[in-house]
């Protein structure tokens, strides 16, 4: 049986150094302050943003929210944007993504601040991870990835790692952090030739695909530590599910993350500390 690597602990360890830096940074007189810009209702949006403000109220942070009807104009949205950048004690924003198809989302994430950009939507964002710079903030995923590692003792220097996906929001940035780790990372995707293959020759294995049950069994290999990034609504089942086919390679693995309870618990925290982040940065400068 592998062991469960369940984000709550670490998300709690997190969540307690946190609170005694906010605690830090309110007795000098700033209170760190995440913006929300949310375009219409989206069910998914409406439940990150409720995780997020339950996350940032426990660590006494500060949210306020930018509520857009979905059918709202670009000129709409870029002035929700300019108020959050014009705002000092606003530190940092999130912007939920994918917008409507009739908004300029790269018009948009290029118009916040990158001194506010929470969760590497910007280009400068991006640059900073590409070059292993303080510049920005990685994409809070990505960066929940590993804090799930090290949390639980794994190390990353040196490891073969395979990450499973190839976007701008996991794939690609949370294999630039693996790399500036010294880890040795192969990407592939899901037209990767003998994708069970190279998985499967893998110390550490981070899949973020976007497909359900994307890797089974034969992509698996005994004390391999297993990331499942991918979280699907499963019809048949009722319930989500991650894009490794748990049941098939939980026996086989030596740790793994469950889904939901893994990656996802983290993630919220990560955003939090990037907006504790922003606030002593600002307060430094």
Known sequence: MAKLLKGAPVARALTEELTRRTESLVEQGVRPTLGIIRVGEREDDLSYERGAT??????GIDVRKFVLDASCSQAE??????????DDSIHGCLMFRPLPATLDEAEACEALDPRKDVDCITERSLFGV???????????TAEACLRILDHYGYELEGARVCVVGRSLVIGKPVSLMLQARNATVTMCHTRTRELDKTCSQAQILVVAAGHPGVIGARAASAGQVVVDVGINWDEAAGKLCG???????????GAITPVPGGVGAVTTAVLAQHVVEAAERRRGA
Request: charged share 20%.
């Open 130 to 140: 590409f070059a292993n710079k303080r510049m920005g903030f990685p994409q809070c």
């Open 243 to 253: 894009d490794v086919a748990f049941d098939e390679v939980e026996p086989i693995v």
């Open 77 to 86: 949205l870029l002035s929700a944007i300019n108020q959050i950048n014009a």
């Open 54 to 59: 339950k996350r940032c109220a426990t660590i």
